[in-house]
């Protein structure tokens, strides 16, 4: 079976790590790809955006299945393409796409399903979006209706931040199209976690629950990021309480798009708020996570193959999925990241870190450069580590980072600190 994934990024290195592993797989191909990659797939030079090239490439190398990493091409449509075109491809169409391509559109889904989510509010006028700021006052979240790479909910917990965040995004444009039209949301006090699932259009497989860390610095300091680090599973969130999130989340906004005539398939992974009032969600993502990925990646058990195609209509056992234990992935960034950082640093010590048992590094932002890996963005690399506990996956984590090395390099100390204070007190 031959297989494409498309994206550049850890997560796309961290599948395509995986699918190597499948027996059923011969060939693997990824566009663009990255150098971590290299041992595991031929790269391709096709960018995320050149959707018809993409599909022209597919069809000429009789590729089976292909899997597509990032938002940005399935929020184009890159899955309509394909299946247009008879080609196999995990993912949502362009019409599923949209629960993460337009905050608005997945705001009034959710709303009209009665799916727990905060109080909110639409605008395409930037003065009267002004004029509720002054009248709701903060804190608030001010978000970008469309795709801005992550970078477009700013929590602002005072009025100057809410104003100068609208302002940004409506007057100086600062994320162009994405915000002409905003959502002024409630704030949620609480733990944010990650719920993701596998959707074949009708049900789901619940993959595990994770909880990233997007602030910059320790303490949940600095400004947010992609992501700086993940832990898998949740030891303060029992059965009934994962049960309740894939229940009253997971599964009613599958049926609230069945309602709209829209049957998702692909990964639904949903950002999520332990409020005192509940698990309330923050918001819709239909693709994996980054960092998450890395870090299920390595706890995954089974054949990710078999899991991907539970989306295609393959039943599979999910008392099969999982090693026993914990994960931890830890993102070495830039110096400056996320504001402007340098590109071009010589990287050692990747080498070394991935000969430790149940670890495993992989790429983010890197390139080659005469012969030596080099950074080529703000999260370089992902160190991921697997233990038996989540104690031994971090301490793991954080031995294998201590091998790596380039100018400038930073990362949080404390990931996983609410899973460990967890556990400490069962």
Sequence with gaps: MRVLVIGSGAREHALVWKLAQSPRISKIYAAPG??????YAERVPLGVSQLHELATFVENKQIDFT???????????????????????????????ALEGSKAFAKELMTKAGIPTAGHQTFNDYKQARAYLESHGAPIVVKADGNAAGKGAIVALDSETAHEALKQMMVERAFGAAGDIVVLEDYLQGDEIGATAICNGTDFLPLALSQDHKRALDNDQGLNTGGMGVFTPLPFVDAAQSEQIYKQIVDATLHAMKNDGIDFTGVLYSNIMLTARGPMVIEHNTRFGDPETQAFMLLLKADVLNILEFGHGKTIDPQTL?????????????????????SGIPITGVEEANKLDNVHVFHAGTAMKDDQLVTAGGRVLSVVARGTSLQEAVDRAY???????F???????????????????Q
């Design 34 to 39: 990255n150098p971590g990659m290299l041992p």
């Design 67 to 97: 899997v597509v990493g990032p938002e940005a091409p399935l929020i184009d449509g890159i899955v309509d393409l394909f299946r247009q075109r008879g080609l196999a491809v995990f993912g949502p169409v362009k019409a599923g796409a």
């Design 322 to 342: 999982w090693h026993p234990g914990s994960a931890v992935s830890l993102t070495l960034a830039s110096g400056g990241y996320p504001g402007r950082y340098n």
């Design 399 to 405: 031995e294998a980072a201590s091998y790596i090395s």
């Design 407 to 425: 100018e400038g390099m930073h990362y949080r100390k404390d990931i996983a600190h609410r899973g460990l204070d967890a556990v400490s007190k």
